[in-house]
């Protein structure tokens, strides 16, 4: 049956009208508002090349934030990742960079609150027992407290940026257990693997509570710990700070390809 011209008219009105509503929401037309928040491990400490504004929070050029705004159409990007931030002091110091607007987060954060920087000084220092004992009271730590810590700041986060997809990455176990490798004893780098796993497994958890996407690098890193013969970690070295961290590679090659698979959905709708 031919449909007269008007009804013809109204059926594509209507088909063109569902077809909008059906749509999904998106970031804006120039691409999604992105801001990189957290610790040393978003700011790119151990990567080298910092932008000397940045003073002590060591944002590098080479961590994955600034890689994947370069390689991507974004809005706009604000990097507040910061070298030594906990969940309190990214509560204090970075949320004012997102707004109602952002589209995209990025974090790491919870290594500090848990004190790993101490518990490696331990283990590089001193004894086994002393560095089991340390590992130890991270993970009671890890297990008892940082749950609520990072509920929290999660919270903080959505209230900030309501309608942004927030990305949470993890932490790399640190080494691949080899019969030689020059340092520490396989003892000890069992026991900071295993903290690295409760890290995550507390991150995870805390990420999945809050409705946000957590992207684990431990796949990313395997194969490419301390002793495996390609490290993507610094070992210890100058400056210290950035002992134990991932290298320019590390974060090109680990991290990058970890935030691009989850921020990936943002970004085709922008």
Not at 228 to 253: C, F, K, M
């Amino acid at each position: 049956m031919r449909l007269p011209r008007p009804c013809l008219i109204a059926l594509g009105v209507a088909a063109f009208t569902a077809g909008s509503l059906a749509l999904p929401a998106t970031a804006s037309a120039a691409g999604p508002d992105y801001v990189a928040l957290g610790d040393s491990y978003s700011s790119g400490t151990g990567a080298g090349d910092y932008d000397p504004a940045s003073g002590d929070c060591n944002r590098s050029a080479n961590a994955y934030p600034k890689l994947w705004a370069a390689s991507h159409s974004t809005g706009s990007f604000r990097f507040a990742a910061c070298s030594g931030a906990t969940t309190d002091t990214v509560a204090s110091g970075q949320l004012d960079s997102l707004n109602s607007s952002t589209d995209l987060v990025s974090i790491t954060v919870g290594g500090n609150d848990a004190g790993f920087s101490d518990v490696m000084q331990v283990c590089v220092l001193q004894s086994e027992s002393a560095c089991l004992t340390a590992v130890d009271n991270a993970k009671t730590y890890i297990r008892n407290t940082l749950p609520g810590r990072l509920d929290s700041i999660y919270s903080k986060i959505r209230v900030k940026a309501p309608s942004a997809r927030v990305v949470v990455l993890g932490y790399p176990r640190l080494y691949k257990i080899v019969k030689v490798c020059v340092g520490l004893s396989n003892t000890k780098r069992t026991a900071l693997n295993g903290a690295a796993d409760a890290l995550d497994t507390t991150v995870s958890s805390a990420t999945g509570r809050a409705g946000f996407t957590f992207s684990d690098v431990r796949d990313e890193f395997a194969g490419h710990e301390l002793c495996s013969g390609d490290d993507w970690l610094n070992s210890v070295t100058l400056p210290i700070e950035s002992s134990y961290h991932p290298t320019a590679l590390g974060q090109r090659l680990g991290y990058l390809p970890a935030f691009s698979g989850s921020a990936k959905l943002v970004h085709s709708l922008s």
